[in-house]
């Protein structure tokens, strides 16, 4: 983690302009294409949920502006982030909310992500949680179209949320609703457009 020197910094004046709101979030969804992801894991055996996870998370850690935090007034760029993410219990009513460090391939994550799954016993652990997170999540049972978050009302908030629906089929194409929650503090619509932009290629390159 590397604190921004704020007075030679190229993006203070924007960086300013939106501190001074009172909310400076900002969410937007996009349709992606998934009919290759489907298909590599339907040929590995893997969790497709898990393997976006990862494919989110390589995305965001890839995208400059993403990488960016607010600590005690400071600003400081991120070496990373890591996941943090929903999921279910097989037979269970409520969610729980697992974190751990994407690292390996997409399929010793997806490993390792189903294990720390299975093994959770509580709603959430405090001790995995950072500033240095990505809230994602699913609702498999829903074609997204747009989604906002619960968040406390902090502006220094710059932990992005990444969220998706189920995906459809048509014309022998795969895709979901993509949705994702930012600060315009750091992060603009062309760094939106380049997250999407390299996982787009993250998936074709599968």
Not at 157 to 173: F, L, Q
Request: proline share 4%; hydrophobic share 40%; with cysteine.
């Amino acid at each position: 983690m590397k604190e921004i020197e704020m007075e030679s910094w190229d993006r203070r004046e924007i960086y300013e302009f939106f501190s001074a709101l009172s909310d400076p979030f900002y969410s937007l969804t996009f349709r992606l294409d998934v009919t290759g992801l489907r298909a590599y894991c339907r040929r590995r055996g893997i969790s497709f949920y898990y393997s976006l996870v990862y494919l989110v998370t390589q995305a965001v850690n890839r995208t400059d502006a993403f990488l960016y935090t607010v600590r005690d007034g400071k600003v400081f760029r991120l070496d990373r982030r890591e996941p943090s993410f929903t999921d279910r219990h097989p037979g269970e009513k409520y969610f729980h909310i697992v974190t751990l460090p994407c690292c390996g391939t997409m399929e010793e994550f997806c490993a390792a992500a189903a294990e720390r799954s299975r093994a959770q016993q509580r709603f959430i652990d405090p001790a995995a949680e950072s500033p240095a997170l990505i809230y994602l999540s699913s609702l498999p049972w829903l074609d997204l179209t747009s989604l906002t978050n619960e968040r406390d009302t902090d502006p220094d908030d710059a932990i992005p949320r990444v969220s998706w629906g189920k995906y459809t089929e048509a014309d022998g194409r795969v895709t979901l609703g993509l949705s994702v929650e930012v600060t315009h503090r750091f992060v603009d619509g062309a760094d939106v457009g380049a997250f999407a932009q390299t996982l787009e290629e993250l998936i074709a390159a599968l």
